[in-house]
């Protein structure tokens, strides 16, 4: 089976960060996301994500999108029973780069790469701009 990476975030923010990525890489395969929408609560963002880790291996690696949110909290309650990987701070960098490493390396390792990646991805880009001039 190849890994899948799962998405969990506020609004439709991990739907549309798949559609960006998908510019770029073009149709992204074994990437769901799980979309936190207004009137939602725990209980009812639970069931969908415990349903979809149930069909995947132990180490799935689940992006999110903040640290302590309930997307972030539900996957890893949901840690506990399916020992599915949470990573906070999802952005398109990190999407991006872990979605081509997704059938090389664990979910541990990529879990890795999508915190490094995040943290070289951050950029003053106008401080790097004058800096090349």
Request: with cysteine; aromatic share 6%; hydrophobic share 45%.
């Given at each position: 089976?190849?890994?899948?990476?799962?998405?969990?975030?506020?609004?439709?923010?991990g739907e549309e960060l798949i559609r960006s990525?998908?510019?770029?890489?073009?149709?992204?395969?074994?990437?769901?996301?799980?979309?936190?929408?207004?009137?939602?609560?725990?209980?009812?963002?639970?069931?969908?994500?415990?349903?979809?880790?149930?069909?995947?291996?132990?180490?799935?690696?689940?992006?999110?999108?903040?640290?302590?949110?309930?997307?972030?909290?539900?996957?890893?309650?949901?840690?506990?029973?399916?020992e599915n990987v949470v990573v906070a701070g999802?952005?398109?960098?990190?999407?991006?780069?872990?979605?081509?490493?997704?059938?090389?390396?664990?979910?541990?390792?990529?879990?890795?790469?999508?915190?490094?990646?995040?943290?070289?991805?951050?950029?003053?880009?106008?401080?790097?701009?004058?800096?090349?001039?």
């Amino acid at each position: 089976m190849e890994n899948m990476i799962l998405l969990g975030t506020h609004g439709r923010f991990g739907e549309e960060l798949i559609r960006s990525a998908e510019l770029i890489l073009g149709e992204m395969k074994n990437v769901r996301s799980f979309s936190l929408l207004p009137g939602m609560a725990l209980e009812d963002y639970l069931p969908p994500a415990a349903e979809a880790l149930k069909e995947l291996p132990k180490g799935t690696l689940c992006l999110v999108d903040l640290f302590g949110g309930t997307p972030c909290n539900a996957f890893c309650a949901l840690s506990r029973e399916y020992e599915n990987v949470v990573v906070a701070g999802l952005n398109l960098a990190m999407l991006m780069e872990v979605y081509m490493n997704k059938d090389r390396l664990s979910g541990r390792e990529l879990a890795d790469l999508a915190v490094s990646t995040l943290k070289e991805s951050g950029k003053i880009a106008t401080e790097l701009l004058k800096e090349r001039r």
